[in-house]
C-alpha cells in the first residue's frame, strides 16, 4: 500500500493508458499546455507530444463529437470535459450518437471512446461548475457510467474502460482530487462489473457512490461509537448497475440508506431506491431512505453549500430515524 | 373489520342461542379470549374470538337462536385506528397567492416535501419483513407493540412477540361459567343426531376381548404411590391406549369431510362424558399420545369438571379425532 493523491491516481492511469497503445490520445480543454484545469494531464504534453495530448476549442459539442469519429477511424480516445455542467453542451452527440450508433448500424460500427470530467459540489464554485449529473448519464442506455471513489478505482478504471467496445463515462468528483489514499498496488486491473463493498456490517445498508461514500464512512464511523454496525456499498459502477451486491447487503441488514449527491427527485438515488424494493420488499425492515443534495441550484456561500449537500451528519440522522431512535 | 359469527361446533348443529356476551362495545378483545357463551343445546359452549381488536358492535341479542354462520358482532381489528397525521404534512402551508416582487425575495424553489408514508385505516404499520416472519413465526402482529419509525413493527418486535406468546403458552388460563339447565332440549338433540348418524353412515362393528389383569394390577400398585389426589383412573389407560394404538393405525384418526378422508396429524381423543341430570359430550383430550398418564388425569378430570359446569370451549367440541366412550367410569 502506498500513498498518493487521486489526481495522482488520475495521471499514473493515463500514462499507462496511453502508453499501451499508440491509439490512445487525450484531447480536452487545456489539457496539454495548461496540464488541464485540475492538473490530471500535467507533464503528459512534454512525454507523449501535442500530436497525442491535444488542447480543443471551448467546445464541448464539437470536441466530443470528433472524439466520436476518432473512435469510429480506428483510434482509442480519451476525451477529458472540464467539468459535467460544460458536457451539457455535448448531449445531443452523446445520446443521439455514441449511445445509439452501434444500434443503428446493425452493430458495423462501435465507439470505444471514453468520456472524463470532474463532477460534484463541495467547493464553493457555485451553481454553474457543482452539478452532480451521473444519474442523467446512467438513464442512457448504450453507454457505461463509472464512478471511481477510491484511488485504486481512479488509478485502475481508465485502463479497464479502454478493453470496453463502446464508450465509458468516467465521472471524477473534484473533491476528491487533493484527497490521499492507500493504493491498493496487488490489483493490478479491477473490474467494471461489481460494486464493492467498502466496510461490513450487520444493522444497516448504505449505499452510495463517488464522493459520497467518504461521508458515508465517516457516518459509519459515527454510528459505530453507539453501537451500530453499518455496511458501506460502493456502487462503482452506475450503469451497467450491479444491483446483486446491493440486494445481497439489504438482504443481511433489512435496511438501506442510499446516499446520492444528485437532487433527490428522479435522482439516482432512487432508482437504486426502486430496485430494492423490487429486489428485497420482503426482507425490508423500514422504507429505504435517501440523502440527497436539497432541491435548489448549489449555494456558494460555505454554510449554505454544506446545507444543500449530503453529510455524514444527515446520513446518521437518516440511520436513526429509519431504527425508530 | 372482522365478523363474529355463530361457529358450528359439531356436524350435527345448524343454529345456536346466543346465551351470554361476555364483551361490550368497544372492549378489547384478543384473539383466542372468550367473547359469547353459546347454548348449542348439548351444552353452553364459550366461544373464543378469531380476531385481535376492539368490539364495534353487537348484533344479536343474548336469547337470540341464529342459523351456523350468522354475523354476531364486529370486531374492528388492531392498528386501525387512525394515526395522527405526519408533521410534514400538517406543516405544509396552506397555498397563498404570489406576487411577483415576493417571489423574487423568496427562495428559488422550496424543496418539496418529502412524502411519508401514510397508513391507512386498517392496515397495520409493520414492515414487509416484518409480516413475513410474522407468518413464519405464528405470531399475531396485532398484538405486538411497534418500536420502529412512528410505531412501526420492526423484525425485532416480532422476536419479542414469539417470545411473549411463548410465555404465555406456559401459563394455563382460568375460566368460570354457570351452566344452564337444558337437559330437555340436550336430549333431543342427541337423539336427532343419533338417528342421524345411524341414517347416514354405513355401520360396521368389531369386537375383541383384552384381558386387562395386568394393566389392573399395575394400576393399584401405581395409585398406592401417589397422593389420593393424584390417583389415575382406569378410564385414562384406555385414553392413553387408544391414543398409542392409532398411531399404528393412522388411517382410523381420520375424518369424512367435504366429501374426501382427512387424516388427522394429531391424535385428540374425544371422552364420552355424562352429564349429570343426563346428557353427554365429548370433548378432546389434545395430543393424547405425547402426554403422560399424570397428564392426562388431569386433563380429563378437568374437561369432565368443566363439561359439568357448562364451560368447555368450542374448540373442544369440534376437534376430537376419534371418540372413547368408557364404562370405565364405574370403576371410580
Known amino acids: 500500500m502506498a500513498k498518493i493523491t487521486y489526481r495522482e491516481a488520475v495521471r499514473a492511469g493515463l500514462r499507462e493508458a496511453l502508453q499501451s497503445n499508440p491509439r490512445v490520445f487525450l484531447m480536452g480543454e487545456d489539457v496539454g499546455k495548461y496540464g488541464g484545469t485540475y492538473a490530471c494531464s500535467k507533464g503528459l504534453l512534454d512525454e507523449f507530444g501535442p500530436e497525442r495530448i491535444r488542447d480543443t476549442p471551448l467546445s464541448e459539442s464539437t470536441f466530443v463529437g470528433a472524439g466520436i469519429g476518432a473512435a469510429l477511424g480506428g483510434m482509442r480516445p480519451i476525451v477529458e470535459v472540464m467539468t459535467v455542467n460544460f458536457i451539457l453542451l455535448a448531449l445531443d452527440q452523446i445520446v443521439n450518437n455514441a449511445a445509439t450508433i452501434r444500434h443503428m448500424s446493425g452493430g458495423q460500427f462501435s465507439i470505444p471512446l471514453i468520456v472524463r470530467m470532474a463532477t460534484g459540489a463541495g467547493r464553493q464554485v457555485a451553481a454553474q461548475h457543482s452539478h452532480s449529473l451521473e444519474g442523467w448519464y446512467a438513464h442512457i442506455p448504450g453507454i457505461t457510467v463509472l464512478a471511481p471513489a477510491t484511488v485504486t478505482d481512479a488509478r485502475r478504471m481508465l485502463l479497464a474502460a479502454l478493453q470496453e467496445p463502446d464508450p465509458v463515462f468516467i465521472f471524477e468528483h473534484a473533491y476528491l482530487y487533493p484527497l490521499e489514499g492507500e493504493l491498493d498496488e496487488s490489483a493490478l486491473s479491477v473490474d467494471l462489473t461489481h460494486a464493492a463493498v467498502r466496510r461490513t456490517g450487520p444493522d444497516i445498508s448504505l449505499i452510495t457512490f463517488g464522493g459520497s461514500l467518504w461521508k458515508a464512512l465517516e457516518a459509519a464511523d459515527q454510528l459505530a461509537q453507539e453501537g451500530i454496525s453499518a455496511e458501506v456499498v460502493d456502487l462503482r459502477i452506475l450503469r451497467p448497475l450491479d444491483i446483486s451486491t446491493v440486494l445481497t447487503s439489504v438482504r443481511k441488514t433489512h435496511r438501506a440508506v442510499v446516499i446520492d449527491e444528485g437532487w433527490r427527485t428522479g435522482s439516482f438515488a432512487a432508482e437504486v431506491s426502486a430496485q430494492i424494493m423490487e429486489g428485497a420488499f420482503y426482507d425490508l425492515d423500514g422504507p429505504v431512505a435517501r440523502v440527497c443534495s436539497v432541491e435548489v441550484p448549489i449555494p456558494y456561500p460555505k454554510h449554505l453549500e454544506d446545507a444543500a449537500l449530503p453529510q455524514p451528519e444527515k446520513i446518521v440522522q437518516a440511520v436513526h430515524s429509519l431504527m425508530g431512535r | ?332
Open chain 2, 1 to 332: 373489520m372482522a365478523e363474529f359469527v355463530m361457529p358450528t361446533l359439531g356436524s350435527d348443529m345448524t343454529e345456536g342461542t346466543l346465551v351470554e356476551w361476555k364483551k361490550k362495545v368497544d372492549d378489547r378483545v384478543v384473539k383466542g379470549e372468550i367473547i359469547a357463551e353459546v347454548d348449542t343445546e348439548k351444552a353452553a359452549i364459550e366461544i373464543e374470538s378469531f380476531h385481535t381488536g376492539v368490539i364495534e358492535q353487537l348484533l344479536v341479542k343474548p336469547g337470540e337462536r341464529v342459523p351456523v354462520g350468522t354475523v354476531m358482532a364486529i370486531i374492528r381489528e388492531e392498528g386501525t385506528q387512525t394515526i395522527p397525521a405526519v408533521q410534514a404534512h400538517a406543516s405544509t402551508p396552506p397555498s397563498q397567492t404570489v406576487s411577483p416582487k415576493d417571489r423574487v425575495s423568496s427562495p428559488p424553489h422550496a424543496p418539496p416535501p418529502i412524502a411519508a408514508p401514510v397508513i391507512e385505516p386498517g392496515r397495520l404499520r409493520i414492515s414487509p419483513a416484518a409480516r413475513k416472519l410474522a407468518g413464519e413465526l405464528g405470531v399475531d402482529p396485532a398484538l405486538v407493540q411497534g418500536t420502529g419509525s412512528g410505531g412501526a413493527i420492526t423484525l425485532d418486535d416480532i422476536q419479542h412477540g414469539a417470545q411473549a406468546q411463548r410465555r404465555q403458552r406456559s401459563a394455563s388460563p382460568a375460566f368460570t361459567t354457570e351452566a344452564g339447565d337444558r337437559q330437555a332440549r340436550m336430549r333431543q338433540t342427541i337423539a336427532a343426531a343419533m338417528a342421524r348418524s345411524k341414517r347416514e353412515i354405513p355401520h360396521y362393528y368389531l369386537s375383541t376381548t383384552i384381558d386387562m389383569g395386568r394393566a389392573m394390577t399395575w394400576l393399584k400398585e401405581e395409585n398406592l404411590k401417589r397422593p389420593v389426589t393424584d390417583r389415575l383412573l382406569y378410564g385414562v389407560l384406555l385414553i392413553k391406549a387408544v391414543a398409542l394404538a392409532l398411531r399404528h393405525v393412522p388411517e382410523l384418526n381420520a375424518l369424512w369431510k367435504d366429501n374426501a378422508a382427512f387424516q388427522s396429524p394429531d391424535i385428540h381423543v374425544g371422552v364420552a362424558i355424562s352429564i349429570r341430570q343426563g346428557g353427554l359430550v365429548a370433548p378432546a383430550i389434545h395430543n393424547a399420545d405425547k402426554r403422560s398418564l399424570g397428564e392426562l388425569m388431569s386433563s380429563f378430570q378437568d374437561v369432565v369438571k368443566r363439561a359439568r359446569a357448562g364451560t368447555l370451549r368450542g374448540s373442544e367440541l369440534s376437534d376430537p379425532t376419534i371418540t372413547l366412550t368408557s364404562l370405565g367410569l364405574a370403576h371410580k
